[in-house]
T-cell receptor, first 113, second 114 residues
Framework: GENVEQHPSTLSVQEGDSAVIKCTYS??????FPWYKQELGKRPQLIID?????GEKKDQRIAVTLNKTAKHFSLHITETQPEDSAVYFC????????????FGAGTRLFVKA | EAGVTQFPSHSVIEKGQTVTLRCDPI?????LYWYRRVMGKEIKFLLH????????ESGMPNNRFLAERTGGTYSTLKVQPAELEDSGVYFC????????????FGQGTRLTVV
């Protein structure tokens, strides 16, 4: 069935370092890839997304890359700050056969001051 | 603009009881989704409404789960009878544009079945 694998499950970095979270998806028809950030006790919030017609997208300190051939996509956070500490979820969806979004299991990011 | 609102925020019920979760999407959002996260695992899709119609309910675990969206506004998700494995956080999300699959999430309802 459709699934999204996300790694690592936990990531600890020093403030100012970069953090990279990687995901792979199984359904080659997937064409929309959002990333969500969930801070402790809060709702998941969309932080960036990428569509299949684009290979890379950047928004300030965060960037996403997509390799459709390998079915990989990644989130890159540069110059990490303590407020970046949260659980990050990658996801994949398609616009055929329904619009459900398949999520990864999440990465708990700790940024140490 | 008010966000997606879910009620209650927490619910503790005994096995065999019934629980109804409610989701109020962002006004004007035709698309409403229910998801569930169990024990730190992935957020799993349950179903998708477009207005009052069920577009995709392939993620519903079994017939103990019933979702409704009468009038195409708020939605309810009823679990009857609840089992221990139903414990988890139930999220609702809504979007206006189908290109934004599930852009706005509610804060979730933490359901504990004991």
């Amino acid at each position: 069935g459709e699934n999204v694998e996300q790694h690592p499950s936990t990531l600890s970095v020093q403030e100012g370092d970069s953090a990279v979270i990687k995901c792979t998806y199984s359904d080659s028809a997937s064409n929309y890839f959002p990333w969500y950030k969930q801070e402790l006790g809060k709702r998941p919030q969309l932080i960036i997304d990428i569509r299949s017609n684009v290979g890379e997208k950047k928004d300030q300190r965060i960037a996403v890359t997509l390799n459709k051939t390998a079915k990989h996509f990644s989130l890159h956070i540069t110059e990490t700050q303590p407020e970046d500490s949260a659980v990050y979820f990658c996801a994949a969806s398609k616009n055929t056969g329904g619009f459900k979004t398949i999520f990864g299991a999440g990465t708990r990011l700790f940024v140490k001051a | 603009e008010a966000g997606v609102t879910q009620f209650p925020s927490h619910s503790v019920i005994e096995k065999g009881q019934t629980v109804t979760l409610r989701c109020d999407p962002i006004s004007g959002h035709d698309n409403l989704y229910w998801y569930r996260r169990v024990m730190g695992k992935e957020i799993k899709f349950l179903l998708h409404f477009v207005k009052e119609s069920k577009q995709d309910e392939s993620g519903m675990p079994n017939n103990r789960f019933l979702a409704e969206r009468t009038g195409g506004t708020y939605s309810t998700l009823k679990v009857q009878p609840a089992e221990l494995e139903d414990s988890g956080v139930y999220f609702c999300a809504s979007s206006q544009d189908l290109r934004d699959r599930a852009a706005f999430f509610g804060q979730g309802t933490r359901l504990t079945v004991v």
